[in-house]
């Protein structure tokens, strides 16, 4: 059974919420997932809570503008065709669709409340 | 749902036909999710909220689509797309183009199947679905070290590090809801420590632990983290960090006392000082000094530290603040009106009030459930069944027992969750006070009450005791009202009671027998054990106490060395007693037997003691009762057991449930049996058997059972993916039936439903059971025993007793003419004995009792019989009263000659005291004689076989001797098997029987004798001489035979004893006195014994130095070397 753990090769620490965890795996295949491509190179592991094996998890990549390591949990960062931190969201918030705008908006408020 | 664009004509997303068709694109074989998975079913229910979804977004997006696109900026150098769409959010793909273009090429021969667009919007739904659940697992981690992070340990993890890497040894000690059990194991695992060993004072903590540190490191499904209890094992060579019980340590370092396989031991609940753990740390600090690399971490509550860190030479100290939040204490002391008498049982009034006060205080919505500490199982049946009765009148709770004998499977249920508007109430002994942690208990009641253990040296027996609890466990207790909120603490006790508390409880190892761990203690070579640096040292006389009963047991010869069965003993995880029974059943060919005896004695009781007033319980368990004792109704149950499991697998539960029995009990004697099994076998006791069996099985047959064991670890794989997914919501009638419960067990409808929800785990028994045992073989040996004859029961009675030896007692007198349940019996140290309810002799005394009209009345009270019995037992526990409980009858006279470590005479052997208190008359000389002559030979010859065959055992045993002699030959065995069961069976003397009075035991010998002191017989047997007895008076003829020193004794030589009596072997016919004649017996053998064929060479020589020795005769001054018989017949030539 623990051979689909896979071997660690290193941690992940998210550069943002400092969330860390060891990871199995870098890129885009995740092993043993046939047709399925990540559309970036991500950082990941077995799913943790999945009891079928050969499930992945992905943990996070890094932001395609400042480089930074950063977790998916949206506090720390967004997938939009590619993978931005929220800063860098921050900075250019003009060029995200509206959706994402608004949604950062509601996240600043929720926060200052 | 029906799409009719496209080229599809009637294509229907709801039909399963239309979904298998996709199927084939997205979940083949091999696939991320595959088609019949538990993730594709959930993926269609999914689909179906996403169409619904995105059709109404649809809807309501078409109004707002030209508003957004007016809002898109024009600069864009990041390249995002302008016009959002949702799928630009996820960043997984899922790539079929293979399977599509192949179905490109049939759809243009038969277009039914999906079209491109039905393939687009099952792929972007998977897409959506992929995502969804990388979410939902993302959360759960954050979730999880969000909690982590927050745990008040968190804090000092690179503290705690740092100490571990530059000390050897280091304290950590941190009040409940710190974490530091769950947490530090896997800080030293994160932090590179890769063979951790975290020690765990009981199994259902190591269990819960490995569990949740599994999940916690991420692991849940792996086996980096395991855990070890004495039959179950999770470990595998992936394992890193292994949970188990002080005393599997204690065995792994009697095999390996470097305690190579650790780099690091964690000994948690260090405060709680078992006796296991007092030991362990003595042992660790001698390690630490012999290996530097070795790291030890001390886990404790805020309790002592100060003791433990200068143990440990002045070990550093890591103290984390614990992490409770206010808890409100309320006392309530129980009104003396309510207080129980010893004798009655608990009034539940006190409690049910707690109850009824939290229901009028606090809204059934605000959650919190209560924690209800009582001293004892008996308490906790009590309180179960008055709160059982509130919950179902009221419906808002859920009552839960929790102690330690109840099977795994019932004390996880205390940790499922109640449903919504309910609250649970968990009734438990002191177990939850600190190592099983239960969340969500919001209020906590506390009686106060302990019941511990402990050991009156004097009487040899146990004694259950309540006593107050220490302060320290007070807090322990009212701290688990506060571990996830504000909380009540009902105190039943006043505030004045607390104060009067003892600070601590009481180390363990100052209350309890401290015969398994002196033992322990010899088998590691830990020397003196008076020596020991304990870190709190018992009192030398218990210690002593243990020394002298472990002598008289065999088990250390009179220097304190372990001898070869002393050492044997130390190897098995069970009692001195049980142990001697396994060695000795080894010898005869009653192995199997004595094994399911040994397995059963070792583990709690099968029968459910509510079951004991069913009466279709007791029908259906009557064809398994014995009336010759306990351990032969528990080996009659177990075989019928095995043949059930033989013929209907799984259908055993039903049948255990039929008869009132606990089937977990069964399963754990199996496995205790097989480890016997093999343990002797180690020892080379046991002639490994079975091989012709095997070979004999072909190949088919083979091919079969491999096939059926894969198929059985495919389904115990299964069963542990299925574990732990969830906690269950519990069903209202929860607890309603179960053991402990004082309801029928039988109700039919809550029955019905639990046998539903029991069906897995009985499956999951089950196949553990197949995987463990071979079932044929297991029920060869049940049948085997099953049709035992009268003659091996007789003897295996005769080895429970001489194993369980000196636990024997006798009926009172008065027995027959008292009622069923005053009957009364006495030991040695201890008057006034009951048998427990449960054993077979409490529903049938008239067993025990002399038939009337086989004695025949010799005057006042001297009833002389050649029926009367004694009782050999497993346990005396003083509870109430002093119970003894698993006990075998057999006849006196024939047991205590063969067992007794004393048996005394006077001169014509018509008056015999046994371990003087026993006396036993008989009226006719003659006749008086034959018993204590045969029982003299037997003796030696089951000594000297006993010997042989332990002094042939394995090389651990051997080391201690220094000698590997013959085996003993099956010829030899099969004569004193013979013997033995004669003398059993066919003994037929009339005696009286009689317990002495203290004083009158010590009025009981004649004392030293001066005059007679230059006189010496030769010995009765070779290597033994018969000296005059320098405290009893008269000659002591063997170890514990000790001739003509009591009382009423005659002259020594006195002529008057002599009378004319003829061999049976040799045909001598001449006046001897008792002693001569038995002296013949002992060494006249029939003529064709004395040549056995079978290797001469041995048997001669031992003949020669056991018949003959040197007689100097003072009448001729020769020297001779003389047979006895031949010296006896030199002496009267002179005499004549
Ligand atoms: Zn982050
Ligand atoms: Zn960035």
Redesign the interface.
């Known amino acids: ?2 051979t689909s ?1 896979g071997t660690v090769i290193g941690v992940f620490t998210c550069e943002q919420c400092d ?4 990871y199995t795996f870098y890129g885009q295949k995740p092993p043993n ?8 190179e ?1 950082y990941g ?1 077995r ?9 992945f ?3 996070g ?1 890094k932001c395609c ?1 400042c480089k930074k390591t950063v ?3 949206t506090e720390c960062s ?6 931005f931190c929220l800063p860098c969201v921050r900075e ?1 918030l ?7 705008q608004m949604e950062l908006a509601k996240k600043k408020t929720a926060k200052k409340m | 749902m029906c799409d009719k664009r496209g080229d599809t004509q009637e294509w229907d997303w709801g039909s399963p036909q239309c979904r298998a068709q996709l199927d084939e694109v997205f979940f083949r074989q091999h696939d991320y999710i595959q088609a019949r998975g538990a993730e594709h079913a959930e993926f269609w229910t999914f689909f179906e909220r996403f169409q619904r979804f995105k059709a109404k977004k649809e809807m309501a997006g078409s109004r707002e689509g030209k508003a957004r696109k007016k809002g898109a900026t024009g600069a864009a150098d990041l390249g995002l797309p302008k016009e959002y769409d949702p799928r630009y959010r996820i960043n997984v793909s899922v790539r079929t183009r293979d399977v599509e273009d192949r179905l490109e090429g049939s759809r243009r021969r038969t277009p039914t199947g999906p079209g491109s667009q039905e393939i687009a919007e099952c792929r972007l739904a998977l897409l959506h679905f992929l995502d969804f659940t990388q979410k939902q697992s993302f959360g759960k981690l954050v979730k999880l070290r969000r909690e982590q992070r927050n745990l008040p340990i968190f804090q000092y993890r690179d503290r705690i590090l740092d100490l571990v890497r530059n000390y050897p040894a280091v304290v950590v000690a941190g009040d409940t809801g710190c974490g530091k059990s769950t947490q530090v194991p896997q800080y030293l695992m994160s932090s590179g420590f890769s063979h951790i060993a975290c020690t765990q004072p009981r199994r259902i903590a190591c269990i819960s632990l490995a569990k949740r540190v599994s999940m916690e490191s991420l692991n849940q499904y792996g086996s980096k983290v395991g855990y070890q209890i004495r039959f179950e094992t999770s470990r595998t060579p992936a394992t890193k960090l292994l949970f188990l019980t002080e005393g599997l340590l204690l065995r792994q370092l009697q095999q390996d006392g470097q305690l190579s396989r650790y780099s690091v031991v964690v000994v948690d609940e260090v405060h709680e000082r078992h006796l296991h753990c007092d030991f362990l740390l003595g042992v660790l600090r001698s390690l630490l000094s012999q290996r530097t690399d070795m790291r030890l971490v001390l886990m404790s509550a805020t309790i002592n530290i100060a003791l433990f860190s200068s143990y440990f030479g002045g070990a550093p100290v890591l103290q984390v603040p614990g992490r409770l939040f206010p808890i409100q204490v309320i006392y309530q002391p129980i009104p003396p009106e309510e207080q129980a008498s010893r004798s009655e049982k608990l009034d539940p009034r006190p409690y049910l009030r707690v109850l009824q006060g939290i229901d009028q205080r606090y809204p059934a919505e605000e959650r919190g459930d209560l924690l209800l500490f009582l001293s004892g199982m008996a308490e906790i049946s009590t309180i179960l069944e008055a709160c059982q009765t509130y919950a179902s009148h009221t419906g808002r709770w859920i009552i839960l027992p929790l102690h330690s004998t109840l099977s795994i499977a019932q004390q996880d249920k205390v940790f499922d969750i109640a449903p919504p508007g309910v609250r649970k109430c968990i009734i438990s002994t002191n177990i939850a006070e600190t190592s099983v942690t239960i969340d969500g208990v919001r209020f906590v009641a506390d009686s106060g009450k302990v019941k511990e253990m402990s050991f009156d040296p004097k009487a040899k027996m146990q004694r259950l005791q309540e006593f107050w609890i220490s302060r320290a466990s007070s807090e322990q207790r009212k701290g688990r009202a506060g571990r996830t909120g504000p909380g009540v603490c009902y105190r039943l006790y006043a505030e004045s009671d607390y104060e009067a508390f003892a600070p601590y409880p009481v180390p363990e190892i100052h209350r309890v027998a401290l015969d398994s761990l002196v033992l322990q203690m010899k088998s590691m070579g830990l020397g003196d054990p008076r020596s020991f640096p304990f870190i709190d040292p018992p009192p030398a006389s218990s210690i002593q106490t243990a020394i002298t009963y472990l002598k008289q047991q065999g088990a250390l010869d009179t220097r304190g060395e372990l001898t070869p069965i002393g050492r044997l003993l130390s190897q098995l995880p069970v009692d001195v007693v049980i142990g001697k029974l396994l060695v000795l059943g080894s010898l005869f060919n009653l192995v199997e037997p004595v094994l399911t005896i040994a397995a059963a004695l070792s583990v709690q009781s099968p029968f459910l003691r509510t079951a004991q007033h069913n009466p279709d319980c007791s029908t259906a368990r009557q064809p398994l009762n014995s009336d010759l004792g306990d351990p032969f109704t528990l080996l009659n149950t177990f075989n019928a057991w095995v043949q059930v499991k033989g013929e209907r697998g799984g259908g055993s539960r039903k049948w255990c449930r039929r008869r009132g029995l606990e089937e977990q009990r069964l399963y754990e004697m199996a496995n205790l049996r097989r480890q016997f099994k093999e343990l002797l076998k180690s020892h080379g006791l046991l002639e490994e058997g079975g091989q012709d069996r095997v070979s004999a099985e072909g190949r088919a047959q083979r091919r079969e059972r491999l096939s059926e064991r894969q198929r059985l670890h495919q389904l115990h794989r299964e069963h542990q993916l299925q574990e732990g997914r969830r906690r269950k919501v519990l069903r209202l009638d929860e607890g309603a039936e179960g053991p402990s419960s004082g309801s029928d067990t039988d109700t039919p409808p809550s029955a019905s439903k639990d046998q539903e929800g029991a069906a897995n785990s009985m499956d999951i028994q089950e196949v553990k059971f197949k995987l463990r045992h071979n079932v044929s073989e297991l029920r060869e040996a049940a049948c085997a025993s099953a049709d035992m004859s009268s003659r091996q029961t007789a003897l295996l009675r005769l080895l429970l007793c001489r194993g369980l030896y000196p636990q024997l007692a006798l009926p009172d007198e008065h027995n027959a003419t008292r009622k069923d349940s005053e009957q009364v019996f006495h030991t040695r140290n201890k008057q006034g004995i009951v048998i427990h309810p449960t054993s077979v002799f409490a529903s049938d005394p008239e067993v025990l009792h002399v038939p009337e009209h086989e004695s025949s009345a010799l005057g006042a009270g001297k009833e002389e019989s050649s029926k009367h019995q004694l009782l050999a037992f497993v346990t005396l526990l003083e509870t109430n009263r002093p119970y003894v409980s698993n006990c075998v009858r057999l006849p006196v006279l024939q047991a205590l000659l063969l067992v007794a470590d004393s048996v005394d005479s006077n001169a014509d052997c018509t008056r015999l005291v046994l371990d003087g208190w026993v006396e036993l008359g008989m009226a006719d000389a003659e006749a008086a004689l034959k018993p204590l002559s045969s029982a003299l030979t037997l003796r030696a010859e089951w000594e000297r076989l006993l010997q042989a065959q332990l002094g042939h055992a394995g090389p651990a045993s051997t080391s201690g001797l220094g000698f590997t002699g013959p085996k003993p030959a099956r010829r030899e065995l099969d004569k004193l098997r013979e013997g033995l069961v004669r003398f059993l069976l066919y003994t037929e003397v009339n005696y009286s029987l009689k317990r002495l009075t203290g004083l009158q035991a010590q009025n009981l010998y004649v004392g030293p004798q001066v005059g007679h002191s230059e006189l010496t017989l030769p010995p009765l047997f070779p290597g033994m001489q018969s000296e005059p007895d320098p405290v009893k008076g008269g000659l002591r003829i063997t170890n514990y035979f000790t001739y003509n020193c009591l009382c009423d004794s005659k002259d020594l030589y006195s002529e008057c004893l002599r009378t004319f009596w003829s061999c049976p072997h040799c045909d001598l016919h001449m006046p001897f006195t008792p002693l001569e004649r038995m002296q013949h017996e002992a060494t006249c053998r029939p003529a064709e014994e004395q040549q056995p064929e079978e290797d001469p060479d041995t048997v001669k020589t031992a003949a020669s130095s056991s018949l003959t020795r040197l007689y100097h005769c003072d009448v001729c001054n020769k020297s001779l070397n003389l047979t006895s018989t031949e010296i006896l017949r030199h002496k009267r030539q002179h005499l004549a």
């Open positions: 059974m623990d753990e969330l860390s965890s060891p997932t046939r047709a399925i491509v990540l559309l970036e991500c592991m799913d943790p809570f999945n009891p079928e094996r050969e499930k998890l992905v943990l990549s503008l977790c998916v949990g967004i997938f939009y065709t590619k993978r250019h003009e060029q995200f669709p509206e959706q994402i």
